[in-house]
C-alpha cells in the first residue's frame, strides 16, 4: 500500500451549486488521510470512540432520521425520502434516506467526515442557491447515522469543480465509529443527491417503525415545510404534511423592542392530537430550527409544538444554547407568556366544550348556576380538575355520572382529600399527579372551598342548635348526656374557635391526668391522689377543653357543664359548677401558674338571682365569680353563646350570602350527628 499523508490549511468550504464554481488553491483534507492503490482513502476522526458514541446519541433515532432530513436540506434537496425495510415480526431491518440535494463532491468528503467540528456551515448563514437558513453546523450531523444501524453508508452524487458529476461511497461501522472510508470519484451521468443507507440494526430502530413517528417528524419541520411549500419529505410513502396531522394552528405577533432591525418575532403554535415531544423552537423566519430550549410551561394533556420565527437567531446561533441567559432572554420570556396565555384560553375552551358535553349527556353534577359565591368558586375547582382527568373517566354513561358526582361530593366537603381518591381510581401517570396537585395546592381554590364550606356548616349547625335549644316541641325532649352532650363534643368551636377538646364525659380524676399530660408533668412517685368535691363525692366533667395563650407559654383551661335545655340555671346548678372549681383550685396537683381555669354552666335560662350576679357592674357580662389564681365561674345561655358564633361569622355569612334554611340544618344534623341526633328534629325536618 502507498500512503500519502496531507496537511490540512484548515480551510473548509461549502459544497459546489450545480453551476460549478473554481477550485481551491488548497485542496480541504482532514489531518489525516491514507490513499491505498485502489483509490479507497479512509479518513480517522482524532477522538475517543465511546466520546463518538455519545454524540451519535443511539437511543434516539427519531432524532437521527430528523438530522439527516436537515443535512439533505441544507444541501438544497427540495424531495427526500425514508424508506425502512420492515420483517414480519415489525422490527427494521434497514433505514434508507435519499435526497435530491446537490451532494458532496468528492473533494469535499474528507473534511465532511474527518472531523469534529469546522463545518462550512458556520460561517454560511444560508445555502448556495435557494438561499435558505442551514440546519446543521456542529460538523457532527454524520455521527447520528450511527442510531439507525451498526454499519452506515453514503452514496453520494455531485458535480465537480470541473463541471463533471462524480459518485462517491463513504462507509463507516460502529465497531470502528472514527474511521470512514470514502471511495474514489466515479463519473456518471445522473442527477445530483445522496443516498443513506443504515443496516445491522441499532438497538433502538425499531422505533421507526411506531405510528406516532410521522407525526414527530411532521412536528419538526412543520414551520419548514410551511414556509417552503416547493419541498416535500416522504416518510414510507406518505407525504408529511401538518395540515393533515395538526388540530390547529395559532400565529401571534411577540413585540419586542429590541428586534434590531429585523422583522418582529412571531410565535407558531401548532398543536397535535398525540404527544410528539413538547418543545420551543429557536427558528429563522423561513422556520429552519437553530436550537430547542424547554417551553417552561405546565399543561398536562395538551400536545403542542411551539415555534419562535426570527431571523435574529440566526446571528445569535452560536448563543443559543445559553439563550437564557444572554440578551435575548427577555424575548424567549415574552415568547412563553405568549404561549401561557394561549394555553390558558385553548385550556378554557376545551373545558367549556366538555362541560357543555356532559350537560347533553346529563352526567354533569349541577343543574343550576351557582348562586353564591362559595358556590362559584366550589365549581371553578370541580371544572378544572374533572376536565383534566376527563380522559380517564369511564365510557359508560352511568359509571361517568357516578364518578363526576363522587368527585363534585368530596371537593364540596375536603379538596385536601381528593388527590389520594383519583390516584386510587385512575393510576394518574406522574406528570399528571404533579398538576393535580398543584391545583389542589391552590389557596385561591383549595383553601377557599374548604374555608367556605366549614364555615356553611357552621352556619347550618347554629340554625340546627336553635331548634334543639329553642324550639318547645323538640328543646322539652332533648336529653342532656346521650344527645346534646355527643353532639357538642363534635362541635366544639362554639365555644371559641381555638378550643380544643382534651376530656369529655370523664372524672375529675381524668381531668387532672390529661392537665398534667398537657404540662408535660408527672407526679414524683408515679401516683396521682383522687380528685374529690368538698362533699367526697367523684365529679363527673362534661367538656374539658383546652387552649395556649397567643404569644406565652400559659394556657387556658375551659370546663363545660351541659344542662337540658328544659333545666333552668339556678343556685343548684351554679353550686355544682363551683364544686368544681373548688375541687381543682384547692387540689395541689393542679397547681400551676401557667394555667388559668374557666368554669362554664350553660342551658338555655337562668333563674333572676343568677341573671343579677351575671350582669355585676364590676365582672364581665356572664362571670359570676372570679378566685385568686386566674379562676373565673360564668352563667352562660344559649342565646348569648350562638350570638357571639354569628357574630364571629358575620363577615362570612355576608360574602358567602349564606342563610340556612331549616332543611340545611337538619340534613347538616342527620349528615354529621345522625346516630344521636333527636328523633323530633327528624321528624320537624322531614
Not at 347 to 369: A, M
Not at 487 to 513: C, H, K, N, P
Request: hydrophobic share 40%; with cysteine; charged share 25%.
Amino acid at each position: 500500500m502507498v500512503q500519502i499523508e496531507v496537511i490540512d490549511d484548515g480551510s473548509a468550504n461549502p459544497p459546489f451549486p450545480p453551476g460549478g464554481r473554481s477550485v481551491p488553491a488548497i485542496l480541504p483534507v482532514i489531518p489525516h488521510v491514507v490513499w491505498d492503490r485502489g483509490q479507497v482513502s479512509t479518513v480517522h476522526i482524532e477522538a475517543k470512540p465511546d466520546h463518538l458514541l455519545r454524540l451519535a446519541r443511539q437511543k434516539d433515532p427519531v432524532g437521527a432520521v430528523a438530522e439527516m432530513i436537515w443535512n439533505a436540506l441544507d444541501a438544497e434537496a427540495s424531495l427526500v425520502n425514508v424508506d425502512l425495510e420492515v420483517n414480519e415480526l415489525d422490527g427494521v431491518e434497514s433505514v434508507r434516506i435519499t435526497d435530491n440535494g446537490h451532494g458532496m463532491p468528492n473533494a469535499s468528503c474528507a473534511n465532511y467526515f474527518g472531523g469534529l467540528s469546522g463545518s462550512w456551515k458556520i460561517t454560511a448563514k444560508v445555502s448556495p442557491q435557494p438561499k435558505r437558513g442551514l440546519h446543521g453546523r456542529s460538523g457532527q450531523g454524520r455521527l447520528r447515522a450511527f442510531a439507525l444501524g451498526g454499519q452506515v453508508q453514503w452514496t453520494t452524487v455531485a458535480r465537480a469543480a470541473d463541471g463533471r458529476v462524480e459518485r462517491t461511497v463513504i462507509s463507516g461501522m460502529v465497531d470502528s465509529p472514527a474511521d470512514f472510508d470514502i471511495s474514489a470519484p466515479e463519473y456518471v451521468e445522473m442527477p445530483c443527491g445522496t443516498r443513506v443507507e443504515a443496516s445491522v440494526p441499532a438497538d433502538f430502530v425499531t422505533r421507526l417503525a411506531q405510528d406516532d413517528t410521522a407525526q414527530r417528524l411532521a412536528s419538526t419541520f412543520a414551520p419548514f415545510l410551511a414556509a417552503n411549500l416547493d419541498v416535500q419529505i416522504i416518510y414510507q410513502g406518505t407525504a408529511l404534511d401538518p395540515a393533515t396531522v395538526w388540530t390547529d394552528m395559532a400565529e401571534y405577533s411577540v413585540p419586542w423592542p429590541d428586534s434590531g432591525g429585523y422583522a418582529e418575532p412571531l410565535l407558531r403554535v401548532i398543536e397535535w392530537p398525540k404527544d410528539v415531544g413538547r418543545v420551543l423552537a429557536l427558528c429563522d423566519a423561513n422556520g429552519v430550527v437553530l436550537d430547542e430550549p424547554s417551553p417552561g410551561i405546565q399543561a398536562p394533556g395538551y400536545h403542542f409544538t411551539a415555534y419562535l420565527l426570527w431571523d435574529g437567531f440566526v446571528e445569535r446561533r452560536d448563543d443559543l444554547p445559553l439563550a437564557e441567559m444572554d440578551e435575548i432572554g427577555p424575548l424567549l420570556a415574552l415568547a412563553r407568556e405568549t404561549l401561557r396565555a394561549h394555553v390558558k384560553r385553548h385550556d378554557q375552551e376545551r373545558r367549556t366544550r366538555l362541560i357543555q358535553e356532559w350537560k347533553i349527556e346529563g352526567v354533569y353534577p349541577y343543574s343550576e348556576e351557582p348562586a353564591e359565591p362559595a358556590q362559584a368558586v366550589e365549581r371553578e375547582m370541580f371544572d378544572e380538575v374533572a376536565t383534566r382527568i376527563s380522559r380517564r373517566l369511564p365510557g359508560v354513561t352511568q359509571s361517568k355520572k357516578t364518578t363526576l358526582r363522587l368527585l363534585r361530593e368530596i371537593i364540596s366537603r375536603d379538596p385536601s382529600g381528593l388527590y389520594p381518591v383519583l390516584d386510587e381510581l385512575f393510576r394518574l401517570p406522574q406528570s399528571e399527579q404533579e398538576e393535580l396537585k398543584r391545583i389542589l395546592q391552590r389557596t385561591s381554590l383549595s383553601e377557599v372551598i374548604k374555608a367556605t364550606g366549614q364555615v356553611s356548616d357552621r352556619l347550618d349547625f347554629l340554625a340546627a342548635l336553635k331548634k334543639l335549644v329553642f324550639e318547645p316541641e323538640i328543646s322539652r325532649t332533648v336529653k342532656e348526656r346521650c344527645e346534646l352532650h355527643k353532639i357538642l363534643e363534635r362541635e366544639t368551636w362554639i365555644f371559641g374557635d381555638a378550643y380544643a377538646l382534651m376530656v369529655s364525659d370523664q372524672s375529675l380524676d381524668a381531668i387532672l391526668v390529661r392537665h398534667l399530660q398537657e404540662l408535660g408533668r408527672e407526679s414524683e412517685d408515679g401516683k396521682l391522689n383522687p380528685v374529690r368535691r368538698e362533699d367526697g363525692r367523684t365529679g363527673i366533667v362534661d367538656l374539658l377543653l383546652g387552649r395556649a395563650h397567643r404569644g406565652s407559654f400559659g394556657r387556658e383551661h375551659l370546663i363545660v357543664e351541659l344542662k337540658a335545655p328544659k333545666v333552668k340555671i339556678g343556685q343548684a346548678e351554679v353550686a355544682q359548677i363551683k364544686s368544681y372549681a373548688e375541687a381543682i383550685v384547692s387540689d395541689p396537683q393542679f397547681r400551676d401558674a401557667r394555667v388559668s381555669w374557666d368554669f362554664w354552666v350553660v342551658s338555655t335560662e337562668m333563674a333572676e338571682i343568677v341573671r343579677r350576679d351575671a350582669s355585676a357592674p364590676n365582672r364581665p357580662p356572664g362571670c359570676i365569680a372570679e378566685w385568686e389564681g386566674g379562676v373565673r365561674i360564668w352563667a352562660r345561655t344559649w342565646g348569648e353563646i350562638i350570638d357571639d358564633c354569628e357574630d364571629r361569622l358575620h363577615f362570612y355569612r355576608e360574602r358567602l350570602n349564606h342563610d340556612p334554611a331549616t332543611e340545611h340544618a337538619v340534613e347538616y344534623l342527620r349528615r354529621v350527628h345522625g346516630e344521636v341526633a333527636p328523633e323530633a328534629v327528624v321528624v320537624v325536618g322531614g
